[in-house]
């Protein structure tokens, strides 16, 4: 189960629609959300299609489509559900500050032809068109962002694997060629002296001399201060 998002053109009747059913939905939340927590407070509890049989016919008094009145009452159901086990907090209530931005569509649909897909209640709807993977659409939800409206497809189908490209082979340069580095020898001894398969490189950690270097013969700017 994969999730696709398309972005959605909306005429201005369509668009309408959906804020007068956000605005609907949100009082539809909040009643179900109270009428559970009243509820348990008496002992009382609900199965999902007692549930959902408080709110028959209220579809067409809305003019919601039924599917989706049931399922924003099993987000409510399992909201509490889930608070009950201890496993979420309590549900909170819609909102000026915490708006409803979703509409749930929980039934199948059919794949979209062109740029358009049917959706339930608003009939023929345009999205920007772009390649979907192929399965079984399960159900959707619609989303309002601030960048647009959106419609979230819940496909049945197996997630495609990342393709290789790479040949395997996994390193990091150092970014040196040798791995012995011997601190001021050629100011000691001088170039000539170095002796062979031994290559000496200046670097700003290696520029000093070794404790066992001063020791021995001191250091060349000890020296040269000494004798000025």
């Given at each position: 189960?994969?999730?696709?998002?398309?972005?959605?053109?909306?005429?201005?009747?369509?668009?309408?629609?959906?804020?007068?059913?956000?605005?609907?939905?949100?009082?539809?939340?909040?009643?179900?959300?109270?009428?559970?927590?009243?509820?348990?407070?008496?002992?009382?509890?609900?199965?999902?299609?007692?549930?959902?049989?408080?709110?028959?016919?209220?579809?067409?008094?809305?003019?919601?489509?039924?599917?989706?009145?049931?399922?924003?009452?099993?987000?409510?159901?399992?909201?509490?559900?889930?608070c009950f086990k201890k496993i979420a907090k309590k549900?909170?209530?819609?909102?000026?500050?915490?708006?409803?931005?979703?509409?749930?569509?929980?039934?199948?649909?059919?794949?979209?032809?062109?740029?358009?897909?049917?959706?339930?209640?608003?009939?023929?709807?345009?999205?920007?068109?772009?390649?979907?993977?192929?399965?079984?659409?399960?159900?959707?939800?619609?989303?309002?962002?601030?960048?647009?409206?959106?419609?979230?497809?819940?496909?049945?189908?197996?997630?495609?694997?990342?393709?290789?490209?790479?040949?395997?082979?996994?390193?990091?340069?150092?970014?040196?060629?040798?791995?012995?580095?011997?601190?001021?020898?050629?100011r000691q001894l001088g170039k000539s002296e170095i002796?062979?398969?031994?290559?000496?490189?200046?670097?700003?950690?290696?520029?000093?001399?070794?404790?066992?270097?001063?020791?021995?013969?001191?250091?060349?700017?000890?020296?040269?201060?000494?004798?000025?």
């Amino acid at each position: 189960m994969i999730q696709a998002q398309l972005k959605l053109r909306l005429n201005n009747p369509q668009e309408a629609r959906l804020e007068r059913w956000l605005y609907n939905l949100a009082g539809v939340w909040n009643w179900a959300v109270r009428k559970i927590e009243l509820e348990a407070q008496d002992k009382v509890y609900y199965s999902q299609k007692e549930f959902h049989n408080l709110l028959a016919h209220h579809g067409e008094k809305l003019e919601i489509p039924s599917h989706t009145l049931q399922g924003l009452l099993d987000q409510a159901h399992l909201a509490w559900s889930r608070c009950f086990k201890k496993i979420a907090k309590k549900p909170r209530l819609k909102g000026v500050r915490n708006k409803l931005n979703s509409i749930p569509f929980p039934d199948p649909s059919k794949p979209p032809k062109g740029n358009h897909i049917g959706v339930p209640g608003l009939g023929k709807v345009r999205f920007r068109k772009q390649e979907l993977p192929e399965g079984k659409i399960k159900g959707g939800r619609i989303v309002k962002r601030a960048s647009g409206w959106y419609l979230c497809l819940f496909i049945a189908t197996d997630r495609e694997p990342i393709k290789r490209k790479d040949s395997g082979k996994i390193g990091m340069d150092p970014g040196f060629k040798d791995l012995l580095t011997i601190a001021a020898l050629d100011r000691q001894l001088g170039k000539s002296e170095i002796p062979e398969g031994t290559q000496s490189h200046r670097t700003p950690f290696s520029a000093g001399p070794t404790r066992a270097q001063q020791s021995i013969g001191g250091s060349p700017t000890r020296k040269a201060s000494e004798s000025c």
